[in-house]
């Protein structure tokens, strides 16, 4: 992004209000929070910025003096604070404080339980494609349990007895594990805070679920993963993304078959995961539209349109980028970028 692109923000207070408006302003990748000041140095404002990496000060004359500073929002409450920024603000500088700043947290807060709705329904929208597929990975161990009981009522011998019930029990956990993937997707991402999250495990798993929801007849899977990368952001967000990439490459190469490669790479301090199909491809004049709510070129009932719409929202949350190349007939790659997370070493990620 090009620095102008940036708005360069100043927060002057760092209690509940600078807190929240940090963890907002935070998320928006064409933000620069250039620093938050407060003269309590206990203030909870504070310790977020720290974690966050946003530079903490008490010196307001130093901070809102920095250079190309377009916004300063002053939620400090204070009135001689208002009297201060209204005679010694940068000219380029504009003001938001008081009701102001608090109409617009609670503007960005409606926005964002909007977004969470959208995300919801399209999750669910998505899930009635699941049913068929669903219905037969169950139903294969359940004809299996029904064999193996019919079996049991005529079987005398105590040894294979025991082993008809154990494999009985393997049959019944199949199924529910299944019914486990798929309750786990279709609930609410829970809003806890960012966290590492290991790419790989993750790739497998919307794997599993994207396998409900579409035919994966005549399709070769190659996995290239780089072990140990992950990235930071919310499991059950990454899931929805990686699950909707997935779907939407089968979908294109559904009836002819071909190969559906995922891959993940850590180079200069990034993460990439890459997920490639052979299938129809796009044609350039389209490309600029796919990330559009409602753009779809599946027959009603097997698209809504907002897949990539909701994948790009949430990419860019997490402070990554998608970049898409495709040609007509030949396949279609998706590339999400996204700065890399320390692991946690503490234990496994979620
Ligand atoms: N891997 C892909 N190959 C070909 N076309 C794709 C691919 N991914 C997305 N598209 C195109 O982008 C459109 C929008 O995708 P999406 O937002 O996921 O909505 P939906 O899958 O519900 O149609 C699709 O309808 C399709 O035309
Ligand atoms: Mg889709």
Redesign the pocket.
């Known amino acids: 992004m090009e620095s102008s692109d940036y708005t360069k923000v100043a927060i002057l207070g760092a209690g509940r209000g600078g807190r929240a408006l940090l963890d907002l302003l935070h998320q928006i990748p064409s933000i620069e929070i250039v620093g938050i000041a407060d003269r309590d140095p206990d203030a909870p404002g504070l310790a977020r910025a720290r974690e966050l990496q946003v530079p903490v000060t008490t010196n307001v004359p130093g901070l809102i003096s920095n250079h190309g500073l377009s916004l300063i929002m002053d939620v400090t409450g204070d009135p001689e604070m208002e009297t201060y920024l209204y005679t010694h603000k940068p000219p380029t500088a504009d003001i938001l404080s008081g009701s102001a700043s608090r109409l617009l947290w609670k503007l960005i807060q409606h926005e964002s339980k909007l977004e969470a709705e959208l995300l919801q329904a399209e999750k669910l929208a998505g899930i009635g494609s699941f049913a068929a597929g669903i219905a037969h990975d169950i139903n294969n161990p359940l004809q299996l349990i029904l064999g193996l009981a019919e079996n049991l009522t005529e079987e005398r011998d105590l040894v294979a007895v025991h082993e008809q019930a154990r494999d009985i029990i393997q049959a019944v956990k199949r199924t529910s594990a299944i019914c486990r993937d798929l309750t786990g997707y279709s609930r609410r991402a829970s809003p806890h805070e960012d966290v590492p999250v290991a790419v790989n495990g993750k790739l497998d798993e919307a794997l599993k679920i994207a396998r409900y929801a579409s035919n994966f007849h005549d399709i070769e899977m190659i996995k290239h993963y780089q072990p140990g990368v992950s990235v930071k952001g919310n499991p059950d967000e990454l899931l929805h993304v990686l699950v ?2 997935i ?3 089968v ?2 190469m559904e009836h002819v078959g071909g190969t559906l490669t995922l891959e993940t790479k850590l180079c200069e301090g990034q993460v990439d995961v890459r997920i490639s ?1 052979t ?4 044609s350039p004049d ?1 490309i600029p539209e ?2 559009e709510p409602f ?4 027959a009603p009932g ?8 909701n ?1 790009k929202t949430i990419v860019n949350k997490m402070h990554g980028v998608i970049a898409v190349d ?1 040609q007509i007939d030949k396949g ?1 790659t ?1 590339t999400l970028t996204f700065p890399n997370a320390e692991p946690d070493r503490q234990g496994p990620l979620p």
């Open positions: 909707n990439l779907t939407n490459a979908h294109a199909d299938g129809c491809g796009i389209k796919i990330f753009f779809t070129t599946k097997k698209g809504t349109g907002l897949g990539l719409y994948v495709s279609t998706f």
